[in-house]
């Protein structure tokens, strides 16, 4: 019975998924957000799994929620 081999990444040569540079990262939540890419085919794309790409975008809504928010609490305060 012949048995397929898939090409997997291996531990040694696979790329350490925090030492993305933010830019990369930033494109990749871009490409999904735009609808141009599914999350899991972004992660198939970037030999990136799923998860990582879900809590990228978890911490990048966060941070524009935040940013907003705080703009928003700057303009409502008056001089009183």
Known sequence: MATKSKDKTKIATRKPWGRLSDDL??????EIKSSMLSQRAAGR???LPSSTI????GKHNLAI???SKASYELSAM???
């Open 45 to 47: 794309k970037y030999g």
């Open 65 to 67: 929620l935040f940013h």
């Open 78 to 80: 008056n001089e009183n």
């Open 54 to 57: 879900g809590k990228w975008m």
């Open 25 to 30: 990262k930033e494109k990749i939540i871009c």
